[in-house]
């Protein structure tokens, strides 16, 4: 009775363990299938996701300043030079830049200035008056754009009015000579810049006839100025 007790429960168990056998590898499988779904996406949840791509896979990098186009502007400065002539300028000037290249900037730009230069001399028994009354330019320009600055060299063509007042006469001429500097100028508003340069302009010395005789002057001159601009 007991041998046959026995016998019955070890079928079970055979029974069982074959059951078991039978069941054991597919739900193997289905634990390993369910671990590789949830893998990535709890590793996305842990670490967090990818950042979205820009539109094409790439970021558009901002736009470069540019120097082209027009411009008109007003100046205003201080011009000293030979036997003491000095003495404050106001005026105008415009142009048009192009870039060239990545960095590089050229140019043409004119301007017309008042000149309050002025000095006077006594010689012997004579009195004289030395004044440059107005000047102007018409110069090349080439600089090299950093972002919205841009430091540049200037020269050209320079005109001025030279003259001489004495007891009884005077004298006046229209120079023509050179303009050469360097300067910054700087774009503080989409349509507006500043600059400050200094030029020096050089016309010779000149011979005046006055009815005290022949006098010499010279209205070179270095002028430190700044201005402002629309730039169109």
Known sequence: MVNEVLRMFGDVATS????????????????????????????????????????????????????????????????????????TQVGLYGGINANVGANFVAGVEGDVNLSGQNTSRVIGPNYYKYDSNWNGSIRARVGVGFDKVMPYATG??????????????????????????????????????????????GFGRSNHLLATGVERSSVNSNVLRGGVAYRF
């Open 16 to 87: 069982r363990s074959k059951v078991s056998s039978m069941f054991r590898v597919p739900l193997a499988l289905a634990v390993v299938a369910g671990l590789s779904a949830l893998g990535p996406a709890s590793a996305a949840d842990m670490y967090g996701g990818q950042p979205a791509q820009p539109y094409g896979g790439y970021a558009a990098p901002a736009p470069n300043t540019t120097w082209n186009g027009a411009y008109l502007g007003a100046q205003g400065g201080h011009g000293w030079g030979a036997n003491d002539l000095d003495g």
């Open 156 to 201: 050209g063509v320079a005109f001025a009015d030279d003259s001489i007042k004495t007891f009884g006469s005077s004298s006046a001429k229209t120079k023509v000579g050179y303009a050469a500097g360097v300067g910054a100028e700087a774009q503080v508003a989409e349509h507006l810049s500043v600059k400050g340069e200094l030029v020096h302009y």
